[in-house]
């Protein structure tokens, strides 16, 4: 591990925008439905031309061309035209031309009049200001102008969850996690990037090694270029250049396998993989074999794994045990947090949440 050069930035990433778990649908009417915490409330009467569910508010722009949001059981008015909008666990972003919005806690609030590229994560905002070629972040209710950073409007930078990394002027790799600004290392030959909360690993072109940094700190990994790597909430797996496959974890590293998997996925605090035609989880320091095959069809989302088994039933597999939630066959389904809604026979839209499953 290594001791970095840091900066303070006035921000802390500590609350959420939104805290509550939906689920939103067509019904066979063509009706708009939103499912908040057990009950089920239409909020339109014509069909929408489009919607996005993150863990606590639902966007969808009307059949007028309304950009709309519900929220804390409230249903807001968000903009009378809109060209693209991105819902995150907690964040809700959209665009006007080259006006960057952010909408939190029911108000809308202008990031940029000009706004170029920009990446959303869940918590955080990091676009570049065309006019002032500055980066800047949004999170918690405050931009933060990296003053000091003066790049060009095609510069590139990378976004987690609660975390942003970019190159500087003095080709410094930067990354910005809660109120602190470190300088990892300086970028001669490029380098591959990926962040999570919390977390970030990197591949430096020029050594090709593979560092991971965690807790303030950046830890020297492998010596080699892993064949593959993948970062979620405070974690990394990774098949390094020997095939082995490994997870970094909360500061510890796991030998998962000796050989590549088929397959492997990490979303929030779950990883999930298959070896040898068994499909497996990791969760929280423990592996779970789910099923003896690889579902066909799975989600990652919040605290649940949901998939088709081999009988057709839609399963979740959560705390270490396989529910099914459905035993008819189901037409399509959409994991958001700890919320299922799938539609199963002919048309008919359920919800599972907390353990139970409703029906309008």
């Not at 950009?67 to 909008?85: E, F, G, M």
Request: hydrophobic fraction near 40%; aromatic fraction near 16%.
């Amino acid at each position: 591990m290594r001791r970095l050069t840091i900066t303070i930035l006035f921000i802390c990433i500590t609350r959420l925008a939104f805290c509550q778990s939906l689920g939103a649908f067509t019904d066979y009417d063509k009706h708009f439905i939103v499912f908040d915490d057990g009950n089920f409330r239409q909020l339109e009467f014509q069909e929408v031309r489009s919607f996005a569910i993150g863990s606590g508010c639902v966007a969808y722009i009307n059949n007028g061309g309304y950009l709309k949001a519900y929220a804390n059981h409230i249903q807001y008015d968000v903009s009378p035209s809109v060209d693209n909008y991105t819902i995150t666990d907690n964040l809700f972003t959209f665009c006007v031309g080259s006006q960057l919005y952010v909408f939190e806690r029911g108000n809308r609030r202008l990031l940029s009049g000009f706004a170029g590229r920009f990446l959303v994560g869940d918590s955080v905002v990091a676009f570049i200001d065309t006019n002032k070629h500055f980066l800047s972040i949004y999170t918690d209710g405050r931009v933060s102008e990296l003053a000091d950073i003066i790049v060009g409007n095609d510069a590139e930078f990378w976004v987690g969850a609660n975390t942003v990394a970019f190159v500087d002027m003095h080709d410094v790799l930067r990354l910005v996690c809660g109120d602190r600004v470190y300088e990892l290392f300086n970028v001669i030959d490029g380098i591959s990037t990926k962040l999570g909360r919390n977390i970030g690993a990197f591949v430096d072109h020029s050594d090709g090694e593979f560092r991971i940094f965690y807790d303030g700190e950046l830890h020297d990994i492998e010596q080699f270029t892993p064949k593959s790597f993948k970062c979620g909430y405070e974690q990394v797996a990774f098949v390094n250049s020997m095939e082995n496959f490994r997870l970094f974890s909360n500061g510890e590293l796991y030998d998962i396998s000796g050989f590549a998997p088929d397959m492997y996925d990490v979303n929030r605090k779950m990883l999930v993989y298959s070896l040898q035609g068994q499909f497996f989880t990791f969760v929280d320091g423990e592996q779970y074999l789910v099923e003896n095959y690889v579902p066909q069809s799975y989600s990652i989302n919040g605290n649940l794994l949901t998939y088709i088994d081999q009988n057709g039933y839609l399963a979740v597999f959560e705390d270490g045990e396989k529910h099914i939630i459905s035993y008819g066959p189901v037409n399509d389904y959409t994991a958001v947090g700890d919320v299922v809604v799938f539609n199963e026979g002919l048309n008919t839209t359920k919800i599972y949440y907390n353990g139970k499953t409703y029906k309008k």
